[in-house]
């Protein structure tokens, strides 16, 4: 499975970016995706999971309500909405796949993973 994170950029305060995750290869193995972050100088955490066989979502509590993970089983097609960002949000995103049907947010724990969108919310 390949993946291909697209869709960041610079950003105000407040402001909304809608991030994209193109998927490829044996993507009915991927059972859930999940969207993580990395700041600088910081580990690669959680954001938010998508699980296709029910459409069951997971968000970090620092992201629920602003953010919503969609998925687009046809256009193997994952999508992370994030509204009301702030400057704390700035991080590299990366779109990461899974294929086991537990939904964990641990990174070690995805298999597949894109290249990372930066991700820069102004103040």
């Known amino acids: 499975v390949q993946l291909q994170a697209c869709g960041g950029g610079l950003v105000q305060a407040g402001g909304s970016l809608r991030l994209s995750c193109a998927a490829s290869?044996?993507?009915?193995?991927?059972?859930?995706m999940g969207w993580f972050r990395q700041a600088p100088g910081k580990e690669r955490e959680f954001v938010a999971a998508?699980?296709?066989?029910?459409?069951?979502?997971y968000y970090a509590d620092s992201v629920k309500g602003r953010f919503t993970i969609s998925r687009e089983n046809a256009k193997n097609m994952v999508y992370l909405q994030m509204n009301s960002l702030k400057p704390e949000d700035t991080a590299v995103y990366y779109c990461?796949?899974?294929?086991?049907?537990?939904?964990?947010?641990?990174?070690?724990?995805?298999?597949?993973w894109g290249q990372g969108t930066l991700v820069t919310v102004s103040s």
């Open positions: 998508n699980r296709w066989t029910d459409g069951s979502t």
């Open positions: 290869g044996r993507t009915a193995s991927t059972y859930v």
């Open positions: 990461a796949g899974d294929g086991s049907l537990t939904v964990r947010t641990t990174p070690t724990a995805y298999r597949y």
